[in-house]
């Protein structure tokens, strides 16, 4: 298995700080690096990297789901 992945470790993205990278996913034709992140509220999940750099994913669920009753 390929080690050339980026270290995404200590990046942020949005309210989504990286912790370490958890394992690898395979697919059919690629294979991509899955990290765990802890968002500002404290909450942790598991997140592709190509997702968070496509800024995908820049907070957790309970955090957006508080953004989206903000808006009503």
């Known amino acids: ?14 309210k989504l700080t990286v912790i370490e ?3 690898l996913t395979r697919q059919p034709s ?4 899955v990290f765990k992140v802890r968002c500002s509220c404290g909450k942790e ?3 592709s990297g ?3 750099r ?9 955090c957006a789901q508080a953004w989206e009753k903000k808006d009503d």
């Open 30 to 33: 690629r294979t991509r690096a």
């Open 1 to 14: 298995m390929s080690t050339d992945f980026k270290d995404e470790v200590g990046n942020v993205y949005g």
């Open 50 to 52: 190509n997702l968070l």
């Open 45 to 47: 999940m598991n997140v």
């Open 54 to 62: 496509k800024k995908v994913f820049k907070e957790c669920g309970t």
């Open 21 to 23: 990278r958890v394992r």
